[in-house]
């Protein structure tokens, strides 16, 4: 299983020349299976950056967490729903009376957009996400309910003996301290745990995080702890503000990395997500795949 970033940011689109290495767009992120199966991880503006050769092959899954504007403003611009041979499945979460076409087509509608949803020329499956467990290609997929405002899903992905778990918008924090909590208390406990790689929100940092309660993201605290009690063997930092430049992410990840060594965890299994960025995930190993580096150079 191979995962490539296009976006890491949050909330808000952040081009600019400070914020180059790590990258401006927002959350999307690619999974290519065992068996060569494309899975979409969120539809934020990073998508428009995939291949545009994308789903050449066979089917396209795009998977939405949920339906906040900066994971899902890329749609538009995601060239295989203008290609007639596509095959493109999009994911999301249940909400009661409405369907997940119709929830999408609120945005895919005038006057934001040119192009209405029913107007896509390739063939197109909305499909709210099971309760349970679900196969797709050779990956065994899970889906659960995770806080965060609006209804909002964390996914747990395994392919070929690797485990990947994608937690983009999550405030665990918010019922209580995670070092305290029971196991079954923490939200996304179940997906993250004994994960070979976690991606999960970092939005902000302790100081931030006061005048930020209940928005639905995390502090940096937060999410070693989650990762620490999760014990993923691999965890990069995500949905970073649009506020924080690359200086700023970079001092972030010395001051967690240093924190994460306090708690007993090896300093070198975290890491700040970034566009680009690879991660090969094998039945025995974890490991960057190619360029750029996890933590780019200044």
């Known amino acids: 299983m191979r995962i490539r970033i296009w976006g890491a940011r949050g909330s808000l689109p952040t081009p600019g020349a400070e914020m180059v290495r790590y990258g401006g767009n927002t959350s999307c992120v690619q999974v290519t299976l065992s068996d060569g199966t494309h899975i979409v991880l969120d539809a934020g503006t990073g998508i428009r950056n995939l291949p545009a050769d994308l789903g050449s092959g066979g089917p396209i899954h795009v998977l939405l967490t949920h339906l906040h504007l900066d994971h899902i403003q890329g749609l538009l611009f995601f060239e295989p729903l203008f290609r007639a041979e596509s095959e493109v499945t999009i994911w999301g979460p249940s909400a009661p009376n409405r369907s997940l076409q119709d929830r999408i087509g609120r945005y895919l509608s005038a006057p934001l957009t040119p192009v209405e949803v029913r107007e896509l020329p390739c063939h197109l499956d909305f499909r709210n996400c099971p309760v349970?467990?679900?196969?797709?290609?050779?990956?065994?997929?899970?889906?659960?309910?995770?806080?965060?405002?609006?209804?909002?899903?964390?996914?747990?992905?395994?392919?070929?003996?690797?485990?990947?778990?994608?937690?983009?918008?999550?405030?665990?924090?918010?019922?209580?301290?995670?070092?305290?909590?029971?196991?079954?208390?923490?939200?996304?406990?179940?997906?993250?745990?004994?994960?070979?790689?976690?991606?999960?929100?970092?939005?902000?940092?302790?100081?931030?995080?006061?005048?930020?309660?209940?928005w639905g993201h995390s502090a940096v605290t937060h999410t070693l702890h989650f990762a620490h009690r999760c014990d993923a063997r691999r965890t990069l930092l995500f949905h970073h503000d649009p506020s924080h430049t690359d200086d700023i992410l970079d001092g972030i990840l010395e001051s967690a990395r240093r924190d994460w060594s306090a708690l007993g965890a090896d300093g070198n299994r975290l890491d700040m997500a970034s566009e680009l960025l690879e991660v090969e995930l094998s039945a025995t190993a974890t490991q960057p795949a190619g360029t750029p580096p996890a933590r780019p150079p200044a």
């Open 132 to 214: 349970t467990e679900w196969k797709i290609g050779s990956a065994q997929i899970r889906a659960e309910a995770v806080t965060h405002r609006g209804p909002t899903l964390g996914f747990r992905i395994e392919d070929a003996g690797s485990s990947f778990c994608y937690l983009p918008d999550h405030e665990p924090a918010l019922v209580g301290s995670i070092a305290d909590l029971e196991p079954e208390w923490i939200s996304g406990y179940s997906l993250a745990r004994d994960v070979d790689l976690l991606i999960h929100d970092c939005q902000y940092t302790d100081a931030e995080y006061p005048l930020h309660l209940g």
